[in-house]
């Protein structure tokens, strides 16, 4: 393999970690907030009553 061209494939794999990484991220925090979404409304909720009285 010409060296060009282990150039391009290494760019094609580096591009393809990154890309995994930043998708499995995505995922990660929103698992998070779905998971914390009842806490997070339940403490918006309280906060309004609070704001009323």
Not at 8 to 29: D, P, Q, T, Y
Not at 39 to 46: R, T, V
Request: charged share 15%.
């Amino acid at each position: 393999m010409s060296e060009q061209g282990a150039d391009k494939c290494g760019e094609n794999i580096s591009s393809g970690i990154r890309f995994f990484l930043k998708a499995v991220g995505i995922g990660a925090l929103m698992a998070l907030i779905l998971w914390q979404l009842p806490n997070l409304s339940g403490a918006l909720i309280q906060l309004i009553n609070a704001m009323k009285a």
